[in-house]
């Protein structure tokens, strides 16, 4: 029988490290537990914690059993888990500026809930952030049932970076904002494979912005607004990431990290109501000086 899990407390979870990883998550365990997975198997970044805010309709997805092994098994590993309810639930972004606030580490990682990460992506996206010294660094997710469904049209969007990422103004309408057009399906899996790095190497590339797999300079992130615009949103809305990332990018910079080491579990979305695009209302209403997370 599955003993109660230990939440643990905020104030015994904030302490000085390396990386944070900060998972939303809602009425996905098993995806859940599939995610928790992937980080209990990293290797070579000893100093990381992981916070899990659930806003299930029911019970949390962390207390079902599989979940709750994994959330042990990386306590059991030197991770520290804290496991929190964030209710009523006001949006996607009200959620991850919560869990933004959870944290004081050097940098964090926004990881979706239903991404496996392969072993050494955690080591790549901190080795990258590191060397490039850009706001952020990200994996965009690989759709592996699209692994046969080429797309070459989408492979000319595909620019490194010849050295540091600097601060670019990305906006709709123009040729950075169809960079995106590289991250659906398995776009990026195809490329990375055109390439044939040699083992260890990796690539930093142009983006406007990645979906599930981000690495945040918890800082920079922080004085580019975090996710507090969500004051400003209809708690129905999506593209809460694409406005945090286009804020970083035109102050800090960021990039996209290849080959991705995120796998998306393709399972059907949580979020079904996406009246407004958060990224939309952020660019036509946006302040001169974006508020700080508390």
């Known amino acids: 029988m599955n003993r109660p899990l230990d939440p643990g407390t ?19 365990p098993a995806e859940l537990a599939v995610t928790l997975s992937g980080l209990a198997a990293q290797e070579g970044v000893p100093d990381f914690g992981v916070v899990v805010s659930d806003q299930s309709d029911n019970g949390p ?5 599989a979940a709750a092994t994994l959330v042990r098994a990386l306590r059991h590993r030197g991770h520290p888990v804290l496991l929190t309810r964030r209710l009523p639930r006001r949006g996607l972004a009200e959620h991850r500026a919560y869990l933004l606030r959870q944290s004081t580490a050097r940098y964090v990682l926004c990881l979706d809930d239903d991404v496996w990460l392969e072993p050494g992506t955690l080591a790549r996206l901190l080795t990258a952030i590191s060397e490039l010294g850009c706001g952020f660094v990200g994996n965009a997710v690989h759709g592996l049932s699209y692994a ?34 590289i991250h659906p399906a398995a776009n990026l899996l195809h490329v990375t494979e055109k390439l044939r790095l040699p083992a260890g190497a990796w690539r930093a590339y ?31 809305h999506q593209g809460e990431d694409v406005a945090a990332q286009l804020a970083v990018l ?15 579990l393709e399972s059907p979305t949580t979020v079904t109501e996406r009246d407004v695009e958060a990224w939309e209302v952020v660019l036509i209403d946006q302040p001169s000086d974006s508020p700080q997370p508390a």
């Not at 983006?207 to 708690?235: M, N, P, Q, T």
């Open 148 to 181: 046969d469904d080429v797309r070459p049209e989408t492979h000319a969007h595909y620019e490194e970076w010849p050295g540091r990422p600097v601060p670019e103004r990305v906006r709709p309408g123009t040729p950075e904002w169809d960079r995106a057009a």
């Open 61 to 65: 997805a962390y207390a079902h059993p």
């Open 250 to 264: 035109e102050r800090h910079g960021g990039a996209g990290v290849l080959p991705s080491g995120a796998f998306h």
């Open 206 to 236: 142009k983006v406007s912005w990645i979906g599930g797999c981000v690495l945040y300079d918890r800082a920079k992130l922080i004085d580019s607004g975090g996710f507090e615009f969500w004051r400003r949103l209809h708690e129905k």
């Open 10 to 28: 905020p104030d015994g979870f904030r302490r000085p490290r390396q990386l944070d990883v900060l998972i939303p998550t809602r009425n996905r």
